[in-house]
């Protein structure tokens, strides 16, 4: 028997966030609905959101109040283990797995019910989803205050193998952005009810389009800045008709705390420090006709550390809503920009990428 948990946590208050908390609970819900179709028998929703609660009470999960204060993923996940008694599990976030078929769910299911130690994520590195057993394993770890580096704590403490899924949109696609949830709405295999969903195409549609028609377009060139895995740069070189420019850094930033220590370093904030936010898209411009910009790792460099609301009044490039100065001129630049541009986070260059990539190839827009 294993379970399956789904974690859910407000990202505030203001109506940007709500709405793609709306966005999250509904991914959630699928999810959990697909989860008991492929066979998991004890399914969980840990939870403190009325919202959220029934959304997945309906697709017969039992909601589990959170009782960390701030929030600790670790310690939770350990209380509710020894709470109910279980050996075999698969954590996710809600926002994660919405492209994740009942078919492959099963399959994970399956492995995780013919091993004795074993560690399944979709990123071992910096993780969304965590499958493992035993699940007294946590008692060998120091547990993580973030789902990003358990299967990397299970592996290198614990000693249980650790396997990657296989890297596709479906297991990367993790919404953290309005960015992420535009994408994942033009993609052929987004669930109907998550297609239906407002996610901002009126603000981001037609930078979308214009970034997938360079896809798909042999004489053209996309540039591809932030934390970019080996995985993805596979994919794109053979699944992209145009030239990719990939500037890859600071992988596994979140997950070693370097944006929290002021650590990180970034080549491209270097840049950024020399000439200011226009010439910096000046520049990007002659690089490529188009960009996905994983910003926080520049902010990072930079050691910015906007608030959700602004960072995600700036990913929608609405400057009107940004108070702090240079995060407002950050984003008028990119605005402004004379090429397509999207920004976001590290899921934009993951997941996100390769949704926008099967997107494109599947005929949105048509080619």
């Known amino acids: 028997m294993s379970a399956f948990l789904i974690f859910f946590g407000r990202s505030g208050s203001s109506d940007l966030e709500r709405q793609l908390d709306a966005v999250k609970i509904a991914i959630g819900a699928v999810v959990m609905g697909r989860a008991a179709d492929a066979g998991f028998s004890r399914l969980y929703a840990v939870t403190n959101d009325q919202e959220a609660a029934a959304a997945f009470r309906s697709k017969g999960a039992s909601v589990l109040p959170v009782k960390t204060e701030p929030f600790h993923f670790g310690r939770e996940l350990k209380r509710i283990v020894d709470e109910k008694k279980l050996d075999r599990l698969c954590t996710i976030g809600a926002g994660a797995g919405a492209l994740m078929t009942t078919h492959e769910l099963r399959s994970l299911r399956e492995d995780l019910e013919s091993s004795e130690a074993l560690v399944l994520s979709n990123n071992s590195y910096s993780a969304d989803l965590v499958a493992f057993t035993p699940a007294a394993a946590l008692d060998a770890i120091d547990l993580p205050a973030t789902d990003n580096p358990l299967p990397r704590r299970l592996h290198q403490q614990a000693g249980l193998s650790s396997r990657q899924l296989e890297k ?102 270097f840049l950024y420090e020399l000439v200011g936010p226009r010439d910096f898209f000046a520049k990007m411009g002659e690089l490529g006709d188009g960009m996905l910009f994983d910003m926080l790792v520049l902010f990072a460099h930079l050691r910015w550390r906007p608030a959700a609301e602004e960072r995600f009044a700036s990913y929608l490039f609405m400057t009107d809503r940004i108070a702090t100065k240079p995060l407002r001129d950050f984003t008028e630049a990119a605005r402004d920009a004379p090429f397509p541009l999207l920004l976001g986070g590290h899921t934009l260059v993951s997941g996100a990428f390769w949704t926008m990539v099967e997107a494109a190839w599947a005929g949105h827009p048509e080619i």
Request: aromatic share 2%.
């Open 168 to 269: 596709s949109a479906a297991t990367l696609l993790d919404v953290d952005t309005p960015t992420d949830a535009a994408l994942l709405t033009r993609h052929p295999g987004c669930p109907p009810e998550l297609r239906a969903l407002p996610a901002w195409q009126d603000l981001l549609g037609e930078r979308i389009e214009a970034l997938m028609r360079i896809v798909t377009t042999p004489d053209k060139e996309l540039v591809v800045a932030g934390r970019v895995g080996a995985p993805v740069w596979t994919f794109i070189e053979s699944q992209t008709a145009c030239r990719v420019r990939m500037l890859a850094e600071e992988r596994g930033m979140q997950a070693a705390g370097r944006d929290v220590s002021g650590e990180a370093r970034s080549a491209l904030g």
